[in-house]
């Protein structure tokens, strides 16, 4: 093998993908999840663009650079979005599961990635819809059907995902990261991706009864009975 190749074997691939959605849908939370697997309960709302840096390896072999632009909700119909979007190779439209107008404001986004595809004159990037908050089915308000023939009808891929629990966060970005470079993940590579998600109880009932108790021990009256 000569160096050159060994150089070429080497260099990471460098992939852009931009964050579009309303705002409060929970794009900060899903680059910080997957970027540094954090997250935060405070809703900040993101002022112009923040960057985010990832480094995968797709199919076990292949080394990639994710760039991903997340960019705040007021960027509709803003002067900068075009110059976001630019050399983009993948772009996640996202919503809130939970919130009916995040979902139907996905078509206003959804014309602005379109007419710089036109404009631009270069090959559309991959597109990829998210229904974010996946964790709060039983607040759903857009149903999994709606969702689906978007998805259908724009040629999108198809996610549903957690911010909070990080659930599906990994799985759609190697699937995104993969479709981008034209390859198809398997059944094992989906699974090498799969987070643990461990549901944290909060248990209100052994709170009562440990204060409870502490209260037998340490009152000297008789016990009452606390109405609550």
């Given at each position: 093998m000569s160096d050159c190749d060994s150089e070429d074997d080497a260099t990471d691939k460098q992939l852009k993908i931009v964050i579009l959605g309303d705002s409060a849908t929970g794009k900060?939370?899903?680059a910080t999840r997957y970027a540094q697997d954090q997250f935060c309960r405070t809703h900040k709302p993101t002022v112009g663009v923040d960057f985010y840096?990832?480094?995968i390896l797709v199919k076990g072999q292949i080394n990639v650079v994710l760039h991903i632009w997340d960019l705040g909700g007021?960027?509709?119909g803003g002067n900068m979005l075009q110059n976001y979007i630019y050399g983009a190779q993948g772009i996640l439209l996202v919503y809130d599961i939970t919130d009916s107008l995040s979902f139907d404001n996905l078509y206003d986004?959804?014309?602005?990635?379109?007419?710089?595809g036109i404009q631009s004159g270069k090959t559309p990037p991959h597109l990829a819809l998210i229904g974010n908050k996946a964790d709060q089915l039983h607040l759903r308000t857009v149903s999994e059907e709606r969702?689906?023939?978007?998805?259908?009808e724009h040629d999108m891929s198809s996610h549903f995902l957690?911010?909070?629990t990080g659930e599906s966060v990994l799985v759609c970005f190697q699937q995104v990261a993969a479709e981008m470079?034209?390859?198809?993940?398997t059944t094992a590579d989906h699974?090498?991706?799969?987070?643990?998600?461990?549901?944290?109880?909060?248990?209100?009932?052994?709170?009562?009864?440990?204060?409870?108790?502490?209260?037998w021990n340490t009152s000297p009256r008789s016990p009452i009975c606390l109405l609550q």
């Open positions: 900060t939370n899903i840096l990832k480094r007021q960027s509709l986004w959804l014309s602005v990635v379109n007419s710089h969702h689906n023939k978007f998805a259908n957690s911010a909070k470079m034209g390859l198809k993940l699974e090498l991706q799969q987070r643990v998600v461990t549901a944290q109880i909060e248990n209100a009932e052994s709170e009562i009864q440990a204060s409870s108790s502490n209260t």
